[in-house]
């Protein structure tokens, strides 16, 4: 009888140290970080956008078409206060 109890005792510990662990998922939902084209006033992902570099600054354009907009006239074109 007591081997019985000691047995199966150990056999949860066993299984309790055996479980596989699974690494915790990294969650992509709500991390996701949007920008705002000052063009046309869209947000667009980092993956989705166009990337414009100006005086060192990075802006984010839904196309290439915003960007050649602000690029040629960025006082203008931007929505910025
Ligand atoms: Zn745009």
Request: glycine letters at 8%.
């Amino acid at each position: 009888m007591l081997y019985i109890l000691l047995g199966c005792a150990l056999y949860l510990i066993l299984r309790g140290l055996l479980r596989p662990r699974k690494p915790p998922a990294p969650s992509r939902t709500g991390e996701v970080q949007t920008f705002r084209d000052p063009v046309c006033g869209v947000y667009v992902t980092a993956e989705d956008s166009i990337v414009g570099n100006f005086e060192g600054e990075r802006i984010h354009f839904c196309s290439t078409e915003c960007l050649e907009k602000y690029r040629a006239d960025p006082e203008n074109t931007s929505t910025k206060r």
